[in-house]
């Protein structure tokens, strides 16, 4: 079921670890960014954008992961957009993409994972501010739509998962500190946060999750335990943390 966050804003949160696909009225019609997960989530995704009765115009993904580059031959075929360097991670891993969708999901259509391109120096039909970082992924990149208040922000600022560093680059707590700066800017304008997975943070809790994000980044800093709610003993991501670990270690 999509659920309004703001005007012309949209958010289906799936089962599957609870991502978000969010849907914004453009000038022209809708964009869906990272739209998922399974089959099923992606067919009731259909029917909810059919009940809304606007055209979908494009698709927007945020990073290269396989759970951010999904479509559904029903959503149309536009044009699906991600930032250069992401366009270019996403066809490079295109075939370990599916593999891993189709290991984690089921009903994907692996065909059409992740055929993206680059957004266009102007955005395209995409609204609003794209605000491209090096934290997570390569090419990853938030989308601020001040209009609306609204900031979304892919695999950053989940009150679920922990941060997560991508380590096969070198940097990665630097890279972080600077995404977080950067978003935390953006995030004046925005009084909703749409993260890739978790629930929507509004009013106050926005400013709480760059807290615990810098905390968690801070704590791997100082090699010290990050006291992290969303580390608790069962949490499924602590292998996630230890390979933080290493990777704040190395640099
Ligand atoms: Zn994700």
């Given at each position: 079921m999509l659920k309004q966050v703001a005007d012309g804003v949209w958010v289906r949160q799936s089962e599957w670890v609870l991502s978000n696909a969010t849907v914004v009225r453009g000038e022209d019609g809708l964009i869906l960014v990272d739209p998922g997960i399974d089959g099923r989530d992606l067919n009731e995704l259909a029917d909810d954008l059919a009940r809304l009765a606007i055209p979908v115009v494009a698709g927007f993904s945020t990073h290269p992961h396989w759970d951010h580059l999904l479509w559904h031959a029903r959503f149309g075929d536009v044009p699906r957009y991600a930032t250069s360097a992401g366009a270019r991670a996403a066809s490079d891993a295109r075939e370990r993409g599916q593999k891993m969708a189709a290991e984690s999901a089921?009903?994907?259509?692996?065909?059409?994972?992740?055929?993206v391109t680059p957004l266009p120096a102007d955005g395209g039909p995409v609204p609003g501010e794209v605000i491209e970082h090096q934290?997570?992924?390569?090419?990853h990149a938030a989308v601020l739509l001040a209009d609306r208040g609204v900031l979304l922000a892919g695999d950053m600022l989940?009150?679920?998962?922990i941060p997560i560093l991508?380590?096969?680059?070198?940097g990665q707590l630097a890279a972080y500190e600077a995404a977080l700066g950067r978003l935390e800017e953006a995030a004046r304008h925005a009084d909703v946060l749409v993260p890739g997975h978790g629930a929507v943070a509004q009013g106050i809790e926005v400013a709480a999750r760059f807290a615990a994000d810098h905390a968690y980044i801070d704590a791997l800093r100082r090699e010290a335990?990050?006291?992290?709610?969303?580390?608790?003993?069962?949490?499924?991501w602590l292998p996630v943390h230890q390979r933080n670990q290493e990777a704040a270690r190395e640099g």
């Open positions: 089921s009903g994907i259509p692996l065909e059409l994972l992740g055929l934290a997570h992924a390569i090419g989940s009150g679920l998962l991508d380590p096969r680059r070198p335990d990050p006291a992290d709610e969303r580390l608790g003993p069962d949490a499924p």
